[in-house]
């Protein structure tokens, strides 16, 4: 191409024809600007499709984080062995059998055993944290953007305040009422009932009875936050999916 380029230059250079020669050097011109114009196009094809790919790796590992969430604080609250309806449940036997005339019933063993199990669930923020590292810009939709930001940095750690609160009553106040009041019986090294050393004496002990209300209210709070993060969690998902389809 060049070279037929060149043949026609130095036909009209020969021909003596200024004229034709102008509009030879405009028309080279003008292909090497569109030559130009047609390689940055292409760059930018190219960059921007290296752009989605890595929004869409990105969000996919956001969406990884949001699968693992979702299935761990449905455990948390539902299916675990020690689950959060589980622990409020023999709170509130706990209590009812302590308020109560009745004396103590080897059914109560398992419940005494559930009160002091509090569930833990730790959420998964490795994908955020690869995008933070990336910028967040880097999601086109600025909608999406916004609520992947709200998720991770207000919503995520509401359910690490309430856990910690939920912790920190059990290790200050519940777990010295358990070595002190009660005897452990365990299968295969792991703890399963907790009997009573004095039943009669527990359902006298005012202060234990304050300990399981205010931790029940604990376990309550617990429940309702930790159900807000389930629901943000699969909000935000179907968000992410929806850009997919």
């Not at 002091?116 to 939709?141: F, H, I, R, T």
């Amino acid at each position: 191409m060049l070279t037929f380029l060149r043949k026609i230059r130095k036909s009209f250079i020969d021909s003596g024809s200024s004229q034709k020669y102008l509009l030879y050097a405009i028309g080279e011109i003008a292909l090497v600007v569109i030559g130009i114009l047609i390689a940055l196009q292409i760059n930018n094809w190219n960059e921007q499709k290296k752009k989605v790919n890595k929004e869409r790796n990105a969000l996919s590992e956001i969406l990884s984080d949001l699968e693992v969430n979702s299935s761990s604080l449905e455990d948390n609250l539902y299916h675990e062995q020690n689950n959060i309806l589980q622990a409020i449940e023999s709170l509130n036997v706990v209590l009812l059998s302590l308020e109560n005339a009745s004396g103590y019933h080897d059914s109560l063993s398992i419940h005494f055993r559930n009160v002091y199990n509090y569930p833990y669930v730790e959420l998964k923020v490795s994908g955020y944290e690869s995008l933070s590292s990336m910028g967040m810009d880097l999601v086109a939709d600025q909608h999406v953007r916004s609520e992947i930001g709200k998720y991770y940095t207000y919503v995520v750690p509401i359910a690490g305040t309430a856990l910690r609160e939920l912790r920190d009553d059990f290790y200050k106040y519940m777990i010295g009422h358990m070595q002190e009041k009660f005897v452990a019986k365990s299968v295969n090294n792991k703890m399963t009932l907790l009997e009573p050393r004095n039943f009669s004496e527990l359902k006298n002990d005012i202060q234990y009875r304050q300990s399981l209300i205010m931790y029940l209210d604990l376990f309550e709070y617990y429940k309702v936050e930790t159900l807000k993060v389930l629901v943000e969690t699969k909000q935000l998902q179907m968000k992410i999916e929806k850009m997919y389809n």
